[in-house]
Every structure is written in C-alpha cells, then in structure tokens.
C-alpha cells in the first residue's frame, strides 16, 4: 500500500487478521484531483501511463545483457525489440521476496510486483496496485481513468486492481473497446459544433446527488462493506466526470483521428494468431483514445499469467510447454515455449512501434507515455521469482531515462514499480509490505 | 485471529448514546424522521450485488419479460466455490457502472415507452407534457418496493418524484422525466446491491423481514421477492413460524422453483465457465461455441428431471440414466435427434458409460485442456465442486517434463504418465487426490468423444474413492451415489449460497445436524432446502468486522 507523506492518516486496523494500513477512501482522493488542467486549458501535454503483461517469461541466460548502463550489447531475446532500444530501460535482477509465504506458482510473482504484498492465493488481494494508483493520481480530467484489455480474451485476465480484491473487469475484443471509447458517449474533441444536451446536464446533476447517501450508508456497514461501497461510490463518481466533461467544451485534441468504422464482432481466442491480431487492434484503439484525450491510462494484457496461448492444432498452450517441453541440449533452452515468448515481445514491439508513431507536436506520443512491460516469471519451467524480466518504455514528458540497463541483483521487484510511480509524478514515500517495501526509487534512470 | 466485531463496539458501554446519535445524524441528513423510525436500528450486516441472472430476473419479474436488456453486465465473480459468495464480496468496477447505467437506460426508455407505459406505470399524468407528482409518487412507491426489495422511506421516494419532476419540466414530458428517475433508481446501492440488514438482539443478529424475504426468495426462486412475499414480511407473519412455513411451502410449490435450482447448480458446478469455453478446432472438429452452451443445458435439464421431476436422493444426479438431447449433443453421441424443439429426453442402455452428469460432455469439457482431456483436472475439479475438498496447488518446481509427452510408447495413456510422473514423491501426494477420480472418466477426450485407446494402447479405467475401488465412469457414478461427502458437500453449498458467505462455527454444526437428519431418508433436494429455510442460524448473520479507523469516524460522530 502506498504512503502518500503528505495526506496519510495513520490508522491502524486488524483486517482479516493481517496489518492493513487504511489509506483515505479512493473517493476522497479523487475529489481532490489534479488531473483536470489539461482539460480545462489544453496547454499541457499530458504524460500518460500504461502496463504490458505477458505470461510465462524468458530464459534468464539468453535475456539478460552482461554490461548495464548505455552500452549493453544487445542479447538474443532481446533482439526482437532491438528497433526501440533508444526508447526503453531495461531492468534486470530484480527478485519477489515472499517472507516465507509459498510461492503459489503464476500468482505470487506478478501481484507481489504489482501490489507490494505477496498474495497466499488469488483472492488474497487486500492492496491497490501500483497502476491503479498512478491512475488515481494523473488519471483524471478524461473520460477512462484507465482501460483495461486482455487480448487473449479471458474476463479474469487482468493485473490491476483498486484494492480489497477488486480486480479490473477488462475488454476481450476490439469491438468491445472500440463501442466503450468511440461508440455512445464519445464525442470528437474536434467536432465543430458544442452542445451538451439538456439529458447529460440532468443525469450529471442525478449522479452528483449519488454522493449524499454515502456517509449514511457508510455508518452502517463493517469494515469489508465499507471498502465496497467505497469503490461502488467510486465508479459514480468515474461516471459523474464523463458526464461532467460533455458538458465543457472539450479541449481540442490536434493529433486525434477517430477511426472511421467498428472492428469486425469476434470470438475471443487463445490461438496466438487471433490474439497477436486483437492485440494489435487494441493497440490502435488504445492509441486513438490517448491522442483523443480519452484516457490517460491504460492497462494491456497480451497473454494471462499462466500463459494461455497456443498454436492451431497443438493441446498444448504455452504454459503447459514450459512444464512438458525439454531443454534442449543443442540449443540450450525450450525451442516451443521460447517462440511463444518471442511471439508474445513482438506485441510488446508492435505497442512501442504505434506510439512511437503517433506524433504530437514536436514529440512522439511515446516520449509523452511511460510503458511498464512484466511477466509473472523468468524462467517458467520453476516458476522462478529471481531475474523477473521489467522493461519500462516512453519519457513521461522527459521525466524517464531510456536506453539503460539497471541490474540490481536481489532487490525488490517492487523497487521499479516505485520508480515508475516516481516518473509519473505520482507522491508516493513508500511502497510494498515486509521485504517488498521500498522507498528508494532507481534515480539513474529519473531525470 | 484478533478482529473487531461490532459484538465489542456494542458492548455495555456504548450503544444507546452511539444509536441515538447515529440516528440523529442520518434524521438531520435526511430532513426525515419518519423515515427513519423503520430502519434505524439495523445494522447492514452483507451487500450481496446482483448477479447478471438476477438482475435479468428482476427486471423481467417487474416488468415483463420483453423488456429488453442488450448491455453485458459485470462478470459475476468466484469465491470460496460460489459466485454466491463472490458476489457478497464484489464491488462495482468503473467500467461495471457504465455496463449498469446502459442497461438502466435501456430499460427505463421501455418501461415509459408508448407501448409500455399504460401497462406499467399504473396511473395517467393530468398533463403529459408536465410533471406529475402524484402519478410519479405511485409509479416510484409500488416499482421502488419490488426494486428495492422493500418499501422506499419518504426520503427516497421524494428523491425519485423530485428526480422525475425536474426531468419533465426540463424535457416538457412526464413520461422522459419518469424515465430519468427510473434510470437513476436502477442505479442506486439499494437495488444493484441485496441490502442485508440485521437487529441486534443481545446473543447475536437477526434479520429484518425484508432481509429475511429476500434471504428466502433468491436462494428457491434465484429471483426477489414477490407481492405475498413482501406482504409476509410487512405483516410480521415471517417471524412467526407458521408464516415463514407457509411461504417457503408456496415458493417451493411454485413452477419457479425450477429456475431457482438451475441457478444453484450452474453455481455449485461452475457451468458458466462453459460459455467462455475454448477448444483446439483442429483437434476437436466437432466442438463448437453451440455444443457447449448445449452440454450447459442437458446437464442441468437432467438434475432438474432427477431432483424435481423424480424426486430422487441428490446423489441420483450421479447415475441417472435419463438424459436430454439436442441436435448437435445428438451428433456427439451418435443419436439423431429429430424433433423439431431441439431437445429430445433419451434413457441410457443399462450398463452405458455415459450415464450420470459426471459423463456428460459438459463436465468432461469444462475440466480439459484445449486440446486434451486432463484426469488430473476432472479428479480435481471432482473434488472440489462436488465433495467441497480442496486440492492444493502444485509446487513452484514441479518438473511436468513426463506429463504431456506422448510421442514415447511407453507414455501412451494419460495413466502411463501420470504414474511416471508420480515417482516423484512432492507430486503423487496431490495427484493421488486427484487422478484416481479422473482416470475412470479416460474414455471421453478433452470434447467428450467416446474412445477405447488413447494413442493405440488401451485405457486402464481402474479408479477409487475413499478406498473404494471402481472401473470407470459408471463405477465412479455407483461410487458418489453413496459417498457420504458428496451429499455433505451439498448441505454445505446450499447453505452457502444463500447465506453468501462460507459456514462458520455455528453454521456447520447446523450443516453437520441437517446431514444426520437426512442420512437415513435419503437426500432430497427439496427437503433440505425446506430446513435450511426454516433453521434460525440461516437468519442469524456473524458479527460483521469493523476497522479502527471506522470505530474513529463512529466516535468522532459522537464527540
């Protein structure tokens, strides 16, 4: 859980028989926000932020360059991304320490790096994770405080979450994100006439009355339901701001070109050809909503955890080689499950290569974005909790240093979620529990 | 484990002086005190949100089922075995709101629509193109009581007509004002949310009548209460035992019993996992999106039939040989199906394999690879849904490098390898949980296809139990038909899902004394039902955990 130094309040409880520090409801934070300069002026370019998972790792040996620093020499996994190399820091070393919980294979790795707690099974998740609370803090003043994808189309496939277990319900096709970003509700920011109807004023002022039966409802509930009815309170309130931005003139958005059709209806799949398309899609769409001033937040999963991909007329997905397929002994590694990781990166590639296309003004979207890529593992076959694999992309308005390699052998994974946090402006003084808190950012790559 | 329960906050010092405060704070807040003098003594003990089906149920139940509802709604979500229990502990996602305030829209465009109106709002406006408070007034209080599960306080119910009135001035039409107000109310707390609301009486909690109605209703109907359900509660009779007899006789009596046993099972045995189902269609060029949905269908047409139709003992389900048929189950199982509904009722030959829902394609499926059938996924799947055991996850380290390989003959069945697999000594302590129950369903593949080889050599179907020994699915079926576990597993789910929240102490010495009162008659589904709907501790919720911090906003409300 995050300290916020300025506006903590230090209360302590006993929840579910584990120290929770209770930081101040989401909603009170929100009330408070400092996004909304940009939509009231549309001077500032704003820094946006996103995640990119992949399931199942790398091979540590073939990943990991031997220099750190600028001049790392490029090594074979890393190949597939050697294009934007100039765009990206590379994190290497960098472990999930449990605190002698066991490692629950595919689950402890990627929470623990997201959360800062280490999480006995995947219903055991008491804290926000660190994107939700860069959303939180620099998500506001456009319609999506965050979006949620999962490419490969699972409802479960998703790393984010605003705390007490409420884990992000993400999109599973494109026509699904395109119909909630450019379907009903969306309006051009460049469309040359403005004017909200009287049904958006009046919902507007419905929902912003939803508030008042808040504290009442409050006083009568325990703890659990408190934190409910917070986050339902919350998503009003996420409401109320879409409503309350038709109603202003939007700022103009000069490098948004709303797409001129719906992607085609499709079934969601796990055959890493459907999913490499979806993703793509999706990633077109994401970066439409970022130039329309959408979305400042964005949360992409190409493939789950225990990665579900596969290849037509293989039974086996890409988790199951990583247990079954034999090293071997030319090469070294797992020829299969190693094409599915590489498969998986030339996503990760095809995001990086969009955004760095996208101009606005004199920059790329890409310099005006931090990525933050993970898996829930290094090398799969043991469910490894050492050397996870964390690239972070995009300048955040040239806050974030890229073209490094940071090696920090043992040291908390969390240590880069907090830097990440740190280049999105975001005040937070600590982050983690037990062994995965952190207070020191990676200053080397803050600029 | 050191919680705080509201039992210590309540405790001799404190509690008239912090309830008369409360109550003053929500009066002033309120501009009310009338509407308070129903509700200010309870306490929200659980909010259990809707889920999709119920809040489908609902608005079909209130107003017709052709009103149509295209948004797809916030997943139900799993916990501790049951969406039951999951929806108790979720929230409303931001992108879950947007799905609900479509949907609210949707629904109340119809409801005030030229073709529904005079139907469903059940009084004129003086004016149409006016506000009209009183017409409002009786719309709100009669669709906000069925909405909200109970009758709406002054406040609120002024909140909607003021709602409405502001709309129809501004769009000069009542029915449009009506229509935003519906919207607004399809989007509060108190309908998207079962508001449980509990007194404190000394020893422990207990449930107000409307909270008691609601209890009653979604656990037989999976629906809200209706017109005499409300009436019970409103007239106290559901505190007498006589009236809470006489209503869960008539609920159960009720032709919608049926739909309330169908949510039960599509909980208790995860069927909705079928309609996101995947398999390879090079592999299994049978399967298809439909044959899933299908196999969703016949598994639960044949628990209804076995349990409702024949009122056998639940354990029945696991060897019937009566089953059900459509077109495409038709073409799996090599039986024609010509009837021109699409669903056909078969019996089995005695001695077939298939007979009993374990061997039907829908939990074969469900518990296979995309590609493969797993016995190591049915045995645990077995174990979990159906006997309420659960297994634990394998190792970080475990070397599967034997598992999957079939290329080598000697590896050719699923058992071949899994028994080579289990040399090693941290995997055959789970998997002998496991594989013994999966192994005897090894004659379907991962789509549920008959097959008497699996890579040319033939099937060992040798399974056990509990140290019981069987061969095959049949044998397994003979098996759970009188495993004691599998019919404490049901106790224990029902129980469940209507408290929506897993037993405590005090609910499974209940759970335990349910099961000795049925183990020599049989266990009839609709019999247990009865007695958990009439045991006190079914409305008798824990103590809820509250934090410091709250305990510091309660005591800052006092200072």
């Given at each position: ?28 934070i ?23 998972h ?43 320490p ?54 490969t ?43 909200p109807g009287?049904?958006i ?20 509930v ?10 339902y ?16 003139e ?28 979806s993703?793509k ?53 797992q ?37 933050y890529?993970?898996s ?11 050397e ?6 995009g300048?955040?308005g040239g806050r ?26 975001v ?21 | ?5 509201i039992l ?10 912090w309830?008369?405060?409360?109550l ?25 949100r ?30 501790e075995?049951l969406?039951?229990?999951?929806t ?40 149409t193109q006016?506000?009209?408070d009183r ?42 004002g ?36 609601s ?23 559901l ?13 159960l ?20 996992d ?30 209804v039939?076995t ?13 019937t ?19 021109p ?14 007979a ?18 797993s ?7 077995l ?19 034997l ?22 000594p ?16 090894e ?6 296809g ?8 033939e ?9 019981q020994?069987f ?30 929240r ?8 209940r ?49």
């Amino acid at each position: 859980m995050t300290r916020d130094i300025t506006r903590r309040r230090l209360l302590r409880s006993t929840f579910k028989g584990a120290a929770v520090s209770l930081s101040m409801p989401l909603l009170d934070i929100l009330l408070n926000d400092n996004g909304k300069a940009f939509a009231d002026t549309g001077l500032e370019i704003p820094v946006r932020f996103g995640t990119w998972h992949w399931g199942c790792g790398m091979n540590p040996d073939r990943w990991v360059p031997e220099s750190t620093g600028a001049n790392w020499e490029m090594t074979p996994e890393l190949e597939v991304l050697a294009a934007y190399r100039q765009h990206f820091s590379l994190f290497s070393g960098y472990t999930a320490p449990l605190d002698g919980r066991a490692n629950e294979p595919h689950i402890s790795a990627v929470w623990s790096l997201r959360t800062g707690y280490a999480p006995t099974n995947k219903e055991d998740l008491p804290d926000p994770s660190f994107d939700a609370l860069i959303a939180r803090a620099v998500g506001g003043g456009v319609r999506f405080r965050s979006l949620d994808m999962a490419a490969t189309g699972g409802h479960t496939d998703s790393y984010s979450s605003a705390g007490a277990g409420a884990v992000a319900v993400p999109e599973l096709t494109p026509l699904s994100l395109y119909t909630r970003l450019f379907g009903p509700g969306f309006r051009d920011p460049n469309s040359a006439t403005f004017e909200p109807g009287p049904d958006i004023i009046l919902r507007h002022s419905v929902l912003s009355a939803f508030g008042d039966e808040r504290a009442a409802l409050m006083r009568q509930v325990g703890a659990a339901d408190r934190q409910k009815l917070d986050a339902y309170f919350t998503s009003v309130r996420e409401m109320e701001n879409q409503l309350a931005l038709q109603l202003k003139e939007p700022a103009p958005a000069l490098a948004c070109t709303v797409p001129s059709g719906a992607p085609a209806e499709s079934r969601p799949s796990t055959d890493i050809e459907v999913v490499t398309e979806s993703h793509k899609l999706m990633v077109d769409l994401t970066v439409m909503a970022l130039l329309c001033h959408q979305t400042k937040v964005f949360n992409m999963v190409f493939s789950p955890s225990a990665s579900t991909l596969r290849k037509p007329g293989s039974a086996d997905t890409h988790h199951i080689l990583t247990h079954q397929e034999a090293v071997d002994a030319n090469l070294g590694y797992q020829p299969e499950s190693t094409w599915f990781a590489q498969k998986s990166l030339e996503g990760f590639a095809y995001l990086m290569k969009q955004l760095a296309a996208a101009k606005e003004g004199d920059s790329t979207l890409l310099d005006n974005t931090l990525v933050y890529a993970h898996s829930d593992t290094s090398f799969a076959k043991m469910h490894s909790l050492d050397e996870l694999p964390v690239i972070i992309a995009g300048r955040a308005g040239g806050r974030f240093k890229t073209g490094l390699h940071i090696r920090e052998e043992g040291a908390p994974v969390t240590k880069t979620a907090l830097t990440a946090m740190h280049a999105m402006n975001v005040r937070a003084g600590s982050f983690g529990k037990g062994s995965l808190e952190v207070s020191q950012s990676i200053s080397d790559v803050l600029a | 484990m050191a919680t705080f329960k509201i039992l210590e906050c309540k405790s001799a010092t404190t509690p008239r002086a912090w309830f008369a405060y409360l109550l003053l704070v929500v009066v002033v807040f309120l501009g009310n005190q009338a509407a308070m003098a129903s509700t200010g003594h309870d306490d929200i003990v659980s909010l259990r949100r809707l889920t999709q089906e119920q809040y489908r149920q609902t608005i079909a139940d209130i107003f017709g089922d052709d009103i149509e509802i295209s948004a797809r709604l916030e997943p139900d979500p799993r916990r501790e075995g049951l969406i039951a229990i999951g929806t108790a502990q979720a929230s409303v996602s931001a992108s879950g709101f947007e799905q609900y305030d479509a949907a609210a829209r949707q629904i109340a465009e119809q409801v005030t629509d030229l073709a529904h109106r005079e139907l469903l709002i059940g009084c004129k406006p003086v004016n149409t193109q006016a506000a009209d408070d009183r017409c409002a007034r009786t719309f709100f209080s009669r669709a906000g009581r069925f909405l909200y599960r109970r009758a709406l306080n002054e406040a609120e119910l002024e909140r909607f007509v003021g709602i409405a009135r502001k709309g129809a001035k501004v769009g000069k039409d009542f029915y449009w004002g009506l229509s935003l107000s519906l919207s607004a109310m399809l989007e509060t707390a108190p309908f998207l949310f079962r508001v449980e609301r509990a007194t404190w009486q000394g020893d422990g909690y207990r449930l107000d009548d409307y909270s008691t109605a609601s209890r009653i209703s979604f656990l037989i109907w999976n629906a809200p209460p209706d017109e005499a359900l409300l009436s019970a509660a409103e007239n106290g009779s559901l505190r007498t035992d006589n009236g809470l007899h006489r209503e869960i006789d008539r609920l159960l009596a009720s032709p919608r019993y049926e739909k309330g046993v169908r949510a039960f099972f599509n909980d208790m045995l995860a069927l909705d996992d079928l309609l996101a189902l995947q398999k390879d269609p090079t592999i299994y060029p049978r399967y298809s999106a439909k044959l899933a949905s299908d196999a969703r269908e016949q598994t639960l047409r044949t628990i209804v039939d076995t349990l409702l139709r024949r009122d056998q003992d639940y354990r029945a389900v696991f060897t019937t040989r009566h089953t059900f048929f459509s077109r495409a189950l038709g073409f799996l199982y090599s039986e024609p199906v010509t009837s021109p509904s699409g669903w056909e009722a078969r019996e089995l030959a005695a001695g077939d394999p298939r007979a009993g829902i374990l061997a039907q394609p829908a939990f074969l499926m469900a518990h296979s690879h995309p590609g493969r059938s797993s016995p190591t996924l049915r045995g645990k799947a077995l174990r979990e849904l159906i006997l309420c055991q659960s297994v634990p996850a394998p190792p970080p380290n475990v070397d599967f490098a034997l598992v999957q390989n079939v290329s080598d003959p000697n590896f050719a069945t699923a058992r071949q390898r899994l028994t080579a697999h289990n040399t090693e000594p941290m995997c055959v302590a789970c998997h002998k949980l496991m594989d013994p129950l999966g192994l005897p369903l090894e004659s379907f593949d991962g789509a549920a296809g008959m097959r008497m080889t699996e890579n040319g050599a033939e099937i060992d179907l040798s399974g056990s139990l509990h140290n019981q020994s069987f061969i095959g699915a049949a044998g397994l079926g003979a098996t759970l038909a009188k495993d004691g576990a599998a019919a404490s597993c049901l106790i224990n789910r029902l129980y469940s899902y209507g408290a929506g929240r897993a037993p405590e102490q005090q609910d499974s010495e209940r759970i335990d004394a349910i099961y000795e009162q049925y183990a020599e008659r049989g266990f009839n589904l609709t019999k247990l039902l009865r007695t958990i709907a009439l045991s006190r501790e079914f409305y008798s919720p824990p103590p809820v955990e509250i934090s410091a911090d709250q305990v510091a906003i309660q005591q800052g409300d006092k200072s």
